[in-house]
């Protein structure tokens, strides 16, 4: 939230435990890749996670708005002390 200076970190509950198929348990694995990748600065691999998720989960939001935020970050890029958390500037 535009403002706030201390980051919340944010969790989606999936399924209950056993319920996901394998093409889900993939879908997720691939999620994970995405933010190590993104949190490592490697962008262009980070989006190509998030692209892979897309691809087995079309309408999925938080691929999508990692794939911008690695476009942005890649084109303006972020200081040695970045604690990987996303400033937002407008509401």
Do not use: H, M
């Not at 509950?13 to 190590?36: H, M, P, Q, S, T």
């Not at 980070?46 to 897309?54: D, M, P």
Request: net charge positive; hydrophobic share 30%.
């Amino acid at each position: 939230v535009k403002g706030k200076n201390i980051p919340v970190r944010i969790f989606e509950l999936v399924a209950e435990k056993g319920d996901l198929n394998r093409n889900e348990i993939e879908i997720y694995r691939l999620f994970g890749e995405g933010l190590e990748y993104y949190r490592a600065r490697q962008w262009k691999r980070a989006e190509n996670a998030f692209g892979k998720v897309l691809a087995g989960k079309p309408d999925d939001g938080p691929s999508k708005t990692y794939i911008a935020r690695c476009r942005t970050l890649s084109g303006t890029g972020v200081p040695d002390d970045w604690d990987c958390v996303y400033k937002f500037k407008t509401k």
